[in-house]
T-cell receptor, first 114, second 116 residues
């Protein structure tokens, strides 16, 4: 069973609020990822990190930002939430290197912005 | 990334085998074939991967065509808990040195429905 956690699982918030989605893993993985998934649609990579102090933007442009101050922690922040940010956000991690290394996913945070 | 093609949906009966196909005609010699699945209201989970030879693990088997242009995920006895979206993904071995960020490019996948 994967040791990767996301909080909150569900969040309903008003427009303009600042929010932070938490993601933590206890496997000591260097690589961490954030994906965004609209209902019934594909997952799209929005951020990734090679390790501490490393953050990069993914394939899908996102107004969110991320930080990686500790290996185990990779939070995602939206400074001013909008209804267009309504989606599911999935965090994942993997051991550094190798195309065969599996990614472990958290349960996701389902965000609704009113 | 090389593209994969999967049927939009498939149905099965409980305790029967399920064969989920995936076409990847533009696969390169260094691409690994990965399968993930996403159960309802959960994040994706790894199922199996392979390069050239058929592979078995506790969850499933992966049969890879000799020309590697297609593969089939086999669930030997489907259960209701196997109802999920199954994704076939190619990962470049160029990630071996850790220089790539090892992303997974998800397509639409196959929605598997299992009937009691």
């Amino acid at each position: 069973e994967a040791d990767i956690y996301q909080t909150p699982r569900y969040l309903v918030i008003g427009t303009g609020k600042k929010i932070t989605l938490e993601c933590s893993q206890t496997m000591g993985h260097d690589k961490m990822y954030w994906y965004q998934q609209d209902p019934g649609m594909e997952l799209h990579l929005i951020h990734y990190s090679y390790g501490v102090n490393s953050t990069e933007k993914g394939d899908l442009s996102s107004e969110s930002t991320v930080s990686r101050i500790r290996t185990e922690h990779f939070p995602l922040t939206l400074e001013s939430a909008r209804p267009s940010h309504t989606s599911q956000y999935l965090c994942a991690s993997s051991h550094r290197g190798g195309p065969y290394n599996e990614q472990f996913f958290g349960p996701g945070t389902r965000l609704t912005v009113l | 990334d090389a593209k994969t093609t999967q049927p939009n949906s498939m149905e099965s009966n409980e305790e029967e085998p399920v064969h989920l196909p995936c076409n990847h005609s533009t696969i390169s010699g260094t691409d690994y074939i990965h399968w993930y699945r996403q159960l309802p209201s959960q994040g994706p989970e790894y199922v199996i991967h392979g390069l050239t030879s058929n592979v078995n693990n506790r969850m499933a088997s992966l049969a890879i065509a000799e020309d590697r242009k297609s593969s089939t995920l086999i669930l030997h006895r489907a259960t209701l808990r196997d109802a999920a979206v199954y994704y076939c993904i190619l990962r470049d071995a160029g990630d071996a040195g850790g220089t790539s960020y090892g992303k997974l490019t998800f397509g639409q996948g196959t929605i598997l429905t299992v009937h009691p």
